[in-house]
């Protein structure tokens, strides 16, 4: 079946630094990439479209200069937290649409901002 | 807007059935999906529907009516590794994915 691997599966960083988080889909391209953020006992929310080649498309309310999104090919999208500060800290999910389009989730990153 | 609504908390006995109800409102709609999530780890997968009806997987069941917005999960035969969150999520066109507020659902011996 297809395959998203995340990296890194957790993270601590000093307040004001930035984190990358890296999101391949193995098996498959994936033009299309999601970015979703999961606070403890909450649920999934998207945070931004990756589209491989272009600009990525952020729902409302998320900070586009603050969670920095490159999709420069087509296995592989990455996520940079900017100038992390504590209340940044959460639960990051990617997913991809794979061959029989479904959805494809990576195992996470768990980020602890101190 | 797009709004996925699910009860917050559920339990149940090992061995019994649960039903856990999904109410939706989409701009658009191109399935409804299902998903079991353990703490801290990745969502997967467990059913998926487009058309009206039920859709039956071993002891998982998916119900979908599309007029109603309404969809539900059947679990039978509870066993204690079926607690975990459960998230319904909707397409609301084909390519985003948004999920509910997700069920956290405790099977107790």
């Known amino acids: 079946g297809a395959v998203v691997s995340q990296h890194p599966s957790w993270v601590i960083c000093k307040s004001g630094t930035s984190v990358k988080i890296e999101c391949r889909s193995l098996?498959?391209?994936?033009?299309?990439m999601f970015w979703y953020r999961q606070f403890p006992k909450q649920s999934l929310m998207l945070m931004a479209t990756?589209?491989?080649?272009?600009?990525?498309?952020?729902e409302q309310g998320v900070e586009k200069d603050k969670f920095l999104i490159n999709h420069a090919s087509l296995t592989l999208s990455t996520l940079t937290v900017t100038s992390a500060h504590p209340e940044d800290s959460s639960f990051y999910i990617c997913?991809?649409?794979?061959?029989?389009?479904?959805?494809?989730f990576g195992s996470g990153t768990r980020l602890t901002v101190v | 807007g797009q709004n996925i609504d699910q009860p917050t908390e559920m339990t149940a006995t090992e061995g019994a059935i649960v039903q856990i109800n999904c109410t939706y409102q989409?701009?658009?709609?191109?399935?409804l999906f299902w998903y079991q999530q353990h703490a801290g780890e990745a969502p997967t997968f467990l059913s998926y529907?487009?058309?009206?009806g039920l859709e039956e997987k071993g002891r998982f069941s998916s119900f979908l009516s599309r007029s109603k917005g309404y969809s539900y999960l059947l679990l039978k035969e509870l066993q204690m590794k079926d607690s975990a969150s459960y998230l319904c999520?909707?397409?609301?066109?084909?390519?985003?994915?948004?999920f509910g507020t997700g069920t956290r659902l405790q099977v107790f011996p």
């Open positions: 999520a909707a397409t609301p066109n084909t390519d985003k994915l948004i």
């Open positions: 990756s589209n491989e080649g272009s600009k990525a498309t952020y």
């Open positions: 529907n487009v058309l009206d």
């Open positions: 098996d498959f391209q994936a033009t299309t």
């Open positions: 997913s991809a649409r794979d061959r029989e389009n479904g959805y494809t």
């Open positions: 989409t701009s658009g709609f191109n399935g």
